[in-house]
């Protein structure tokens, strides 16, 4: 279950995404609900958010009519407060074990199981599948009967970073919403606002979130994560310059954590970004605002060929980690694949 954010009045309390939070009021006014949506988009976007955002509307009883659902949580009723709390019973939350590689059969025939009962509280039984795209191919075909024969008080919300990871066949029977990127401006200003982060500290957060409001909001509420950035990015900036055994050693330490190394693919993968702007002398576009000279210095000894090819070879490597390719053997390929420079 994610930390969710206390709201302070009625409402979505969303940051930004008034396309799909308009779509969904206006599915809501005419109660036409589908038994199925997918939220997507890049990681830390609010896709989780926005999926316990309608779970807890769907379960409100504050609305005019507490037999249906309304438009907005109130935030104050009994139902939203235990959604909130993450103790509704009539909300299921599906993700992968920390212990495992996937979302396996046995939790969604949990669900199966716990969509055929009686609501226990509220007007319909709600389930949110994290990380949709890590079922395997046993739990997806399973699921897919779910959605084949939907019970009629079952809403399923489905999270996943891209449709493309997912079967067509589920894929078609779920009604699909992007989330996209918001802009620094936004983010800038929840941070004052919401977080009361100081001007200058929701500047730096809001160029480094890269239009992400979730990694945003953790990066405030945590000074570890820039900590740790910061040093990351130092080890990035040097690995050029390691041989292929500092290298492999990297690789080694990284793939002891699957989830951390697919974060620090994230920040690579937008530091090469940045490089090739660099190449270009575009360093005002770059999002690392705090390494610009670093780069500055890095793009004299690193081509535009070999940025864009950094660029493609790290986004390979994550969508080979999406596949459940071994972790250290993936990591080792890509150290092979960064340029070597003579300092």
Not at 322 to 329: E, G, H, K, L
Request: aromatic share 4%; hydrophobic share 45%.
């Amino acid at each position: 279950m994610i930390a969710l954010q206390q709201p302070t009045q009625s409402g979505w309390n969303i940051i930004g995404h008034e396309h799909a939070i308009d779509l969904l009021r206006r599915t809501l006014a005419a109660q036409q609900v589908r038994h199925a949506y997918l939220f997507t988009g890049p990681e830390h976007i609010g896709k989780t958010l926005l999926a316990h955002r309608l779970a807890q509307t769907l379960l409100c009883t504050g609305g005019p009519d507490p037999q249906v659902a309304p438009q907005a949580p109130c935030n104050e009723c009994l139902s939203c407060r235990k959604v909130l709390h993450g103790n509704h019973p009539d909300l299921h939350i599906i993700a992968r074990p920390p212990d495992k590689q996937f979302i396996v059969i046995e939790q969604i025939r949990a669900l199966q199981s716990d969509s055929a009962r009686k609501t226990m509280e509220g007007r319909r039984n709600v389930f949110i599948v994290q990380g949709a795209h890590e079922m395997n191919l046993l739990a997806a075909n399973c699921l897919l009967k779910t959605l084949e024969e939907p019970e009629s008080d079952v809403v399923l919300l489905l999270t996943a970073p891209d449709p493309g990871l997912l079967l067509p066949t589920i894929r078609s029977r779920v009604q699909q919403i992007s989330l996209h990127l918001l802009t620094a401006a936004q983010i800038k200003a929840a941070l004052e606002k919401k977080w009361h982060v100081e001007p200058d500290e929701a500047a730096l957060i809001a160029a480094l979130a890269a239009g992400r409001m979730g990694w945003a909001v953790q990066a405030a509420e945590d000074e570890d994560l820039l900590i740790e950035r910061k040093a990351q990015l130092e080890t990035l900036a040097r690995l050029p310059t390691f041989g292929n055994v500092q290298r492999f050693e990297i690789a080694q330490r990284l793939s002891a954590d699957a989830e951390k190394a697919r974060a620090v693919l994230e920040l690579w993968l937008l530091w090469w970004r940045d490089m090739v702007l660099a190449v270009h002398q575009c360093l005002d576009l770059t999002v690392n605002v705090d390494m610009r000279q670093t780069l500055k210095q890095q793009a004299l000894h690193v081509g535009n060929g070999e940025s864009e090819r950094m660029v493609r070879a790290i986004l390979d490597t994550m969508e080979a980690l999406d596949q459940n390719v071994n972790t250290r053997a993936a990591l080792e390929v890509l150290m092979l694949d960064v340029p070597t420079i003579k300092m």
